[in-house]
């Protein structure tokens, strides 16, 4: 007899019990009840009403009796707020927004077309706009291993919902590390794909040029599956890469195991002890299964991440948020207009330049990592209790990026896989860092890493 109150909804344990006659339509029954029980948790901004999501249910249900079985049969999945899903408000968590939106972004359709349930939509730092999760209205959403701690941000919701088991996986977005560094504070996989490969239309953006749409997931093969669901070229979204379809996404490994990681005398663990030793168990484990690690300048990283939340290009922003931002000054988190209302000091001569900056940046990093097959950094270079972070806003919320800010600028992929635990018992977590297109490349890698770590 299958306890389905203590599932795991990982893939494969969704699988192994539709195969023992367990019906999707209870998986999906038991996903809503993990979601309603955490009604008071600050995981989501609403639900999909139940009834919908039992008619869904049903008919998948159906189908799948008839012989035509949906490839996500049995797997439910939340979306981010700053997602469109037909028929809900798009707040981006700050309910002034409050898009109603008549069609669903097409990830979100493409998933329930291979048979996946929505649940609902998760909480995230309001507008996208921070890498920690306590902007938000209350109840903050905490981390999923210890409630004292910062779940990560923006993408807050969509890895807890994960991490906590309430569903199978969840959709998120990144500019900055909104992908990758939830993921890594509650130690589950986050794959931020390269840009233009998933289509983005259908989101509420931080930035046109740097935003995609991450998956969140408990293990690096379950992440892969919806990458591949959800890939390919968009004619409508003209930030779409029109290879999108030819990218290979199936994980697998180049012939070179040399990979790159930045200079040990430029790596700041911001007096972290705990975290600077998971990493270098991390980086033993990686020469244990046979790679060579080389240092590399990561000067030109760090200046590309700066750029993007301390240039011109903040002032982005202003496009999706600017007008909620002057009419309602008081719907806004104090932290997200402060991150905001700069954007409107610069001069369109000041957005040029950094621009121009960011494609030399481009050449130079992307020039610096061709040699190797991939590039190996901390996801994050610490954590920070809820109170530390309420305590110092700002700068603690950029420590957070240290290791992300600069992948999506620099026109990168990547994928955050748990690592060794720390000593006090939090996650630590990889980041594999490639370059256009390579995603299939950077899914082997970390999937050949998470191996090392399964069972203990």
């Known amino acids: 007899m299958i306890d389905i109150h203590s599932l795991s909804f990982d893939f494969a344990s969704v699988r192994a019990s ?27 901004t609403a639900l999909v009403p ?37 028929g809900m408000a798009t707040t981006a968590n700050c309910p002034a927004l409050g898009i109603f939106a008549t069609e669903s972004a097409p990830a979100v359709t493409a998933l329930e077309a291979a048979g996946a349930v929505l649940i609902g939509k998760n909480t995230m730092d309001q507008f996208a706009t921070g890498l920690n999760g306590t902007r938000s209205p209350e109840p903050l959403c905490r981390n999923a291993i210890d409630p004292a701690y910062i779940p990560g941000g923006s993408s807050s919701g969509s890895a807890v919902a994960v991490a906590r088991d309430i569903v199978s996986f969840s959709l998120g977005s990144d ?31 931080n930035s046109r040029f740097f935003d995609c749409v ?9 992440a892969n599956e919806i990458l591949r669901a959800i890939a390919g070229y968009d004619r409508l979204d003209p930030f779409s890469r029109r290879d999108a379809d030819k990218i290979g996404l ?25 975290s600077e030793a998971a990493f270098a ?31 011109a290009m903040v002032a ?14 008081d719907a806004v988190h104090p932290a997200v207009r402060a991150a905001i209302e700069p954007g409107r000091d610069y001069s369109a001569k000041d957005a040029f330049e950094a621009i121009y900056r960011m494609k030399s940046l481009q050449r130079v990093a992307q020039d610096a990592m061709a040699p190797f097959a991939a590039l190996i950094v901390p996801t994050v270079p610490t954590i920070f209790t809820i109170e530390e972070m309420l305590a110092e806003p700002m700068v603690r919320n950029a420590v957070m990026g240290t290791y992300t800010y600069f992948v999506n600028p620099l026109d990168l992929c990547a994928i955050s896989v748990p690592g060794a635990p720390r000593s006090d018992g939090l996650p630590s977590s990889l980041s594999f860092v490639g370059l256009p297109g390579e995603d299939g490349f950077i899914a082997g890698f970390a999937g050949h890493f998470e191996r090392a770590f399964i069972g203990q």
């Open 175 to 205: 500019t900055g590390g909104s992908g990758r560094v939830p993921a890594a504070c509650n130690g589950i996989v986050g794959v931020k794909p390269t840009i233009g490969l998933v289509s983005s239309r259908g989101l509420i953006y």
């Open 18 to 44: 539709l195969a023992q006659g367990l019906e999707p339509v209870a998986l999906i029954a038991e996903s809503y009840r993990r979601a309603k029980a955490a009604s008071d948790d600050g995981i989501f």
């Open 316 to 329: 982005e922003r202003l496009i999706d948020y600017g007008a909620v931002v002057a009419d309602h000054p």
């Open 250 to 274: 199936t994980p697998s490994l180049p012939d070179s195991h040399i990979l790159a990681v930045p200079r040990h005398d430029q790596l700041n663990f911001f007096n972290d002890a705990a």
């Open 50 to 86: 139940e009834a919908d999501v039992m008619k869904r249910a049903q008919s998948l249900a159906h189908e799948a009796r008839s012989g035509q079985i949906p490839p996500l049969l049995g797997l439910s999945f939340s979306v981010k707020d700053n997602i469109h899903v037909a």
């Open 214 to 222: 991450p998956v969140f997931a408990r293990v690096c093969a379950d």
């Open 281 to 311: 168990k991390n980086l033993a484990t990686l020469k244990n299964l046979g790679f060579s690690l080389v240092e590399i300048d990561f000067a030109p990283f760090e200046e590309a991440g700066r750029l993007v939340f301390q240039s």
